[in-house]
């Protein structure tokens, strides 16, 4: 079971970004798709869990959504800002080996 | 707010051992299961280990199964990790992480602490 991401996006400030997220061996439809940002030289934190819904703090720019024909999810950040540039990695469950799995992840440019 | 802590990383040589700790608080430590994943320096994020809240599901990565042991002290509100048989590839910073459901599965996410870094190398 693989997830596969961009290895690099970029887009301009105020703009909007997709980064998608293939799985591949599993269906993403019953196994949930999660998201986290990790800035440079930090950890990563949630900014989408559950495919689309967001931790607390996170604000409403950041949007997720899943495509059950294409088994894949999409992460959607609205109106960029500086501050968005980061590392970008989704998540799910392998449900046949009972491991969790990350996608490469994808850095987000904002320039 | 959800605080963990990390410690126990240093630079060892292959074949050598190491325990990580990580010290919980900010929740009810006790209610969800925990979970290590470890990060390659420039590399993307691979995860290690995982453990139910009462220690009954343990379940490990490929990678490190029969090598690493995962245990957590609910009286102390910590978990561990022992490595042994330490390999080069398993250099990188080891991230404690909090589950958001008691028992890891499908619904299982990460809160994630600053992380500790291990070396292996001769």
């Known amino acids: 079971f693989m997830l596969t991401q961009p290895l690099s996006v970029s887009e301009s400030p105020g703009k909007t970004v997709i980064i998608s997220c293939a799985g591949g061996?599993?269906?993403?439809?019953?196994?949930?798709v999660h998201w986290y940002r990790q800035r440079p030289g930090r950890a990563p934190t949630a900014v989408i869990f559950?495919?689309?819904?967001?931790p607390s703090g996170v604000p409403d720019r950041f949007s997720g959504s899943i495509d059950s024909s294409s088994n894949s999810a999409s992460l959607t950040i609205f109106g960029l800002k500086t501050e968005d540039e980061a590392d970008y990695f989704c998540?799910?469950?392998?449900?046949?080996?009972?491991?969790?799995?990350f996608g490469g992840g994808t850095r987000l440019t904002v320039l | 707010e959800v605080q963990l802590a990390e410690s126990g990383g240093g630079s060892v040589q292959p074949g050598r051992s190491l325990r990580l700790s990580c010290a919980a608080s900010?929740?009810?430590?006790?209610?969800?299961?925990m979970h290590w994943v470890r990060q390659s320096p420039g590399k993307g994020l691979e995860w290690v280990a995982g453990i139910s809240w009462n220690s009954v599901k343990i379940v490990y990565a490929d990678s490190v199964k029969g090598r690493f042991t995962i245990s957590r002290d609910n009286a102390k509100n910590s978990l561990y990790m022992e490595m042994t048989s330490l390999r080069p590839e398993d250099t990188a910073l080891y991230y404690c992480?909090?589950?958001?459901?008691?028992?890891?599965?499908?619904?299982?996410?990460?809160?994630w602490g600053q992380g500790t870094l291990v070396t292996v190398s001769s």
């Open positions: 559950d495919y689309n819904r967001r």
């Open positions: 992480t909090k589950d958001n459901i008691a028992v890891p599965g499908t619904g299982t996410w990460f809160d």
């Open positions: 998540q799910s469950y392998d449900s046949v080996k009972h491991h969790w799995v």
């Open positions: 900010g929740f009810a430590f006790d209610d969800y299961a």
């Open positions: 061996g599993g269906n993403l439809a019953t196994t949930f």
